[in-house]
């Protein structure tokens, strides 16, 4: 990733589309364009600077996650601009906590965001989630919730994890299955529809710096985001989908 990205933090395509991705980082409120494998991003500016931890993109908007659960919606039409005061921006849409991971789910206009560290899974390896429609003007209306439990996240894995706490989620557009990244815990779960963990693995500290993004392309090929340090840049990893025999 270009320098200005050393802080990736959440990717997504449009549409699944692989030709472009779309990045933020957590300091600036500012929405990343850039060919896959090139450092000619585009950048439209749509707040001011603060902790930006996710983007989704979904029918033609783009949608910004704050880590204090505010959500930031513009059209995607935008970022042809270096700066968007077209901007919507919904504040105490879920309970105060920390808030990395957002997915829109564009087939059924649903959008999922998940707590990294919530009151309310205090002392347990739950992670809670919200669930939006969302609305044709940018909006989002209340749609429910889900928990995410991984208190068999250290059998999994075979490594000892601690608290869970989860920094992106994205479905899998073949299996259907939900992929979570958390970078505290250096891990990726796997669950069903319904949030029901079927298996985890360690992500490993030497190809895996800090995964802090999820990503799928139609093809069903997975790409993580790492954030990067002094030694080494921030990237996008792509792994091949491979169906099953």
Known sequence: MPDILQEVSGI???????????????????????????????????????????????????????????????PLAETKNTETTNVQVFEKLVPKGEYEGMFADEENNKLYLLCKACKVDEDTKNASGYIFDFQQDGSFKPAGNFVVDASTLDQLTGKKKGAFNPSALAIHPVTKEWFIVSSVNKSLIITDAKFKIKGAYHLSSNEFNQPEGIAFDTAGNLYISNEGSETTSGNVLRFDYQKTK
């Open 12 to 74: 997504a395509f449009n549409k699944g589309k692989n030709d472009f991705i779309y990045a933020q980082q957590d300091e600036d409120g500012k929405l990343f364009k850039l060919p896959l494998g090139s450092t000619d991003e585009t950048v439209t500016k749509f707040s001011k600077k603060g902790d930006y931890e996710d983007v989704a993109i979904v029918n033609d908007w783009a949608i910004l996650l704050k880590s204090n659960g505010s959500l930031y919606s513009f």
